[in-house]
């Protein structure tokens, strides 16, 4: 019995608790220390690292860093040099003839590229091949005088190219040249550039608002998205046309809906391209994205250098993506009216139809929405 009344068990002669002590005291000691009897290997480490935040975080890192270098290569690839390859040209009359075919001679080696020739008897047969957009130059090689024809409209870098040479090689051969420009650019554009930034601005924005639903309206369903989408498309596109020219004047557009509605298209194309990757890749859906509209789709779309002047494979694939397919439409309506093609809107049309249609499709994929709540439990509810 202790002082205080309350009964103790002695302890052993030789100092050592009772069997039932000492095994509650390893019990407790395992429990506390059982974490730490095992040293961390790199294995454990590693499965921690995978579910925290701090594996997509490193991830983006890289991504980001590589990505600014693609998009600074991309531009500086297509945008620092242009060099013509092959330029469609329009020859006026005698093909054959010695001082034309000097004057021709003396062009392609003054543009180190080779003239693809379309000869017309007449100089209206010319103009109209050039008014079309299957030739960006006219030449007229007489025995004294050489007349070449020019379109801004078709491409700021193109026709400065051809008259500068146009003016050398006369020099050369001892020829009087005379450029003229049949369809020049607007007085606020005199490069040529405000039809590749607005439609720029319609692709970024087309995509970079289909992120802020996903981030700020997950939960509306596939349909109320599409729509969602559409509706900030054709605001969007009106803004945008509406800045450049009735506020800023840079800009006039002719036919003001025809270029709204490509806007609104290009934006509505470029928000379900995202939906679409984000459908099938999740949050990495920028990546492809990011790859397929603006490291490829925007340089390669002859906005800010014409196609004769791209590195040949991408003159031909920007005419398929949805960049390439915005200008080249945009451009028609603005200089070319009346010689608008079918081809660009197909362009989008099948971009935007096949976004789609994935989305659609495997919509269940998609990280949003609401739960559906079957109405006879919503009625007992």
Sequence with gaps: MSDDGGAREDPRPDGTAPDGAASDGAARTGAAHGSHARPRTGRDRWEEFKKSPFLPATVLVFILAAAAGMFAGSYTYTMANPTPRHVPAALIGEAQSPRGAAFVAGMEKALDASLVLHTYDTEAGARGAMADQRVFTAIRAGNDRTTVLVAGAAGASVAQLIEESAAAVGKQ?????????????????????????????????????????????????????????????????????????????????????????????????????????????????????????????????????????????????????????????????????????????????????VSCAVFWIWRHRHPGGRARVPEHAAAAG
């Design 173 to 353: 051969l001892g020829m009087a040249v005379t450029v003229t420009d049949i369809n020049p650019l607007q007085e606020g554009d005199p490069r040529g550039l405000a039809l590749f930034y607005i439609s720029l601005a319609a692709v970024i924005i087309g995509f970079v608002g289909a992120i802020q639903l996903s981030v700020h309206a997950r939960a509306l369903n596939p349909l109320e998205r599409i729509a969602y989408t559409a509706a900030y498309a054709l605001l969007g596109g009106f803004v945008i046309a509406a800045v450049v020219d009735w506020l800023l004047g840079a800009l006039h557009l002719p036919s003001f809906t025809q270029s709204w509605m490509i806007l609104a298209f290009t934006m509505f194309t470029s928000g379900m391209v995202f939906t679409m990757f984000n459908t099938l890749m999740g949050r990495w859906a920028m990546l492809p994205t990011w790859g397929v509209m603006v490291l490829l789709g925007n340089p390669s779309s002859g906005g800010a250098v014409s196609w004769p002047l791209l590195p040949s494979v991408l003159g031909h694939i920007g005419r398929w993506l949805p960049p390439g397919a915005s200008v080249n439409a945009q451009h028609t309506a603005v200089y070319y009216q009346g010689h608008q093609f079918v081809f660009p809107y197909l362009v989008m049309a099948g971009w935007a139809l």
